[in-house]
């Protein structure tokens, strides 16, 4: 298996602009996590999915932010408008099991001028 | 809710040094442990995890964890490091036996110097 896809890798983008962060989790694995890392607040957890299903939601930081799992094998993560502070590395990682290892992606290291 | 603590930010050391990156967590129920490593501009890998057995674990490349369920802790040491050891480290705790979905501690990075 070629582990957890993501794309773009990188992406600069002028605020006001929307951003669309892309997933392909590995094949089988039922749990998928949208994380964001800064060097002010570390790891943040912003959703995680079941079975295509958001669960928990909780973090992420507002309506700015949007995100879905159409189909087992793809998410995507929305920023619109986007703003300065959104930059970041934006991690997408999936589990077989919820309390499970993560296999994370190498991120997408976002960067909003 | 379970919590976890990384109680340093940033452990330089030698090469060839012994280091002990510290964790503690807060649970009063069993727990499952974990340790990733983040090495420069690449996503979270597993390093090492607890589940159950045996309370002292070992990964592939030198380092190695001890549960310690009375002091809540699951220190992650190495006898003697290299350069190549130089990343961010991470502690993550979730409970065992429910659909409960690991938190992660802050992150240690661990420097190692020539």
């Known amino acids: 298996d070629a582990g957890v896809i993501q794309s773009p890798r990188h992406e600069v983008t002028e605020m006001g602009q929307e951003v669309t962060l892309r997933c392909k989790p590995i094949s089988g694995h039922d749990y998928l996590f949208w994380y964001r890392q800064t060097m002010m607040r570390g790891l943040e957890l912003l959703i995680y999915f079941n079975n295509n299903v958001p669960i928990d939601d909780s973090g992420m930081p507002e309506d700015r932010f949007s995100a879905k799992m159409p189909n087992a094998s793809f998410s995507t993560l929305k920023i619109q408008p986007s703003e300065p502070r959104d930059s970041a590395v934006y991690f997408c990682?999936?589990?077989?099991?919820?309390?499970?290892?993560?296999?994370f992606g190498p991120g997408t290291r976002l960067l909003v001028l | 809710a379970q919590s976890v603590t990384q109680l340093d930010s940033q452990v330089p050391v030698f090469e060839e040094a012994p280091v002990e990156l510290r964790c503690n967590y807060s649970?009063?129920?069993?727990?499952?442990l974990f340790w990733y490593v983040q090495y420069p501009n690449q996503g979270l890998q597993l390093l090492l995890k607890y589940l159950s057995g045996s309370t002292l674990v070992e990964s592939i490349n030198g380092f190695e964890a001890e549960f310690n369920k009375s002091q809540t802790s699951f220190h992650l040491r190495k006898p003697s490091v290299h350069i190549s050891d130089t990343a961010e480290y991470f502690c993550?705790?979730?409970?065992?036996?429910?659909?409960?979905?690991?938190?992660f501690g802050r992150g240690t990075s661990l420097i190692v110097h020539p």
């Open positions: 993550a705790v979730t409970l065992s036996g429910g659909s409960y979905i690991p938190t």
């Open positions: 990682a999936s589990s077989l099991e919820p309390e499970e290892t993560q296999y």
């Open positions: 649970s009063s129920v069993s727990v499952y």
